[in-house]
């Protein structure tokens, strides 16, 4: 193939396929405290359905949703002394499997066994464990403690989620490396941007200001800069760092968990220090107001991810971030263990260069600046003659 075939060659977009496994790791399905009212909770994931309760020994609970003794659905139950009960023929089922009781039988089946999925609590979130292979977590898989929760400092978690279909978890991890979609899409201004992938963490640091030529800037000036510092622990749980403006201190989870293989629920929680002056009325509805442009941020990206096809092989430039490495470090979760190979777990890091983007972003601004100035001026009411 000569130069000219390359040039005139038309670039095909490969589709791929979503995957028909789930990712290995933990998944955060929700905070903790909306599971303790004593009643069961249907939360569809994974193909399937799963019911979470609280145990009679304060613990959180979660099994498959569907009774094995005749399909029972264990969600439409009731809690009965700690134990999960089928609404079809009552029988209770404990958290760690085993069918307890049958109130109208005089033994039960040695062989009343149903799936029971490993839990853990931790930053005031529930997690389940999810492995295809059937195995358990390792020590370094764990999701860690996020510094100042439940202190006097933070304010509570100001939670909300939403049922993204039509699109693979995949989406949304891709953000990770996508630097140039934070201005066109976000209307915020990369000023520094790096990834560091090792192991099963994914790190994305940025720096940002908001868009000259948007409210943001308007609402929050030009000396706006925020730092960002964005970690996947794991193959679906974010945990964001900001230093915003005037030193406040904000993190962001950002997290999800899969209902099909085209389909996922994003959550999102944001939490806001409290500085000395602040009451704590004032500290939660800053959170509000965070959480708020959180999801207008996630709606910005839910509008793209609804009309874009999926693409295996992106044409990139030079100036656009690691996201075959990226995805490459994200396809340790969707192999067996035994196949997870060296470039996927070890240490990479890449700094995109900002210095063109800026120059030409910063000439953009300027120009919708000047149009929207002589917009302004030509709206403007011709004064009255005296």
Same mark, same amino acid.
């Given at each position: ?35 303790? *009212? ?25 099994? *498959? ?254 100036? *656009? ?29 890449? *700094? ?35």
């Amino acid at each position: 193939m000569t130069e000219t075939d390359i040039v005139d060659e038309v670039r095909q977009i490969d589709v791929g396929s979503n995957p028909q496994r789930f990712a290995r790791g933990w998944h955060c399905i929700g905070l903790a405290e909306n599971f303790r *009212d004593g009643t069961p909770h249907e939360v569809s994931a994974f193909g399937g359905k799963l019911v979470v309760w609280q145990g009679s020994d304060g613990e959180l609970k979660a099994l *498959d949703a569907y009774c094995r003794h005749m399909g029972g659905d264990l969600s439409r139950g009731t809690v009965k002394d700690g134990r999960i009960a089928c609404p079809f023929h009552d029988w209770r089922w404990g958290g760690d499997g085993k069918c307890k009781e049958i109130p109208y039988a005089r033994r039960v089946p040695l062989r009343a066994r149903t799936r029971a999925w490993k839990t853990m609590e931790r930053n005031g979130q529930l997690f389940v464990w999810h492995d295809p292979e059937g195995g358990a977590p390792t020590d370094a898989e764990e999701i860690p403690e996020i510094a100042g929760y439940g202190t006097d400092r933070w304010t509570g978690w100001n939670w909300a989620s939403v049922l993204i279909e039509g699109s693979p978890a995949r989406e949304v991890v891709d953000n990770v490396v996508d630097m140039a979609h934070f201005f066109y899409v976000h209307l915020n201004q990369p000023l520094h941007f790096r990834n560091v992938f090792e192991d099963h963490i994914a790190t994305q640091e940025m720096s940002f200001k908001p868009r000259a030529d948007t409210d943001g800037y308007v609402n929050f000036g030009e000396e706006s800069v925020t730092q960002s510092t964005a970690s996947y622990f794991g193959p679906s749980y974010m945990i964001n760092r900001l230093m915003a403006q005037g030193g406040l201190e904000v993190v962001l989870i950002n997290c999800h968990y899969p209902v099909a293989p085209d389909s996922f629920m994003l959550q999102y929680g944001v939490m806001v220090s409290k500085t000395p002056e602040m009451t704590d009325e004032e500290a939660e509805a800053l959170a509000e107001q965070f959480g708020q442009g959180t999801m207008e941020t996630f709606e910005q990206d839910i509008k793209i991810w609804n009309t874009k096809s999926r693409i295996d092989n992106p044409l990139l430039c030079e100036d *656009d971030g690691p996201v075959y490495q990226l995805r490459r470090w994200y396809e340790q979760f969707y192999v067996d263990r035994a196949d997870i190979t060296e470039d996927m777990v070890r240490r990479f890091e890449f *700094d995109v260069d900002v210095t063109r983007a800026n120059e030409y972003w910063d000439a953009e601004v300027a120009r919708n600046l000047e149009r929207l100035g002589a917009a302004d001026d030509d709206a403007a009411p011709t004064p009255a003659r005296t």
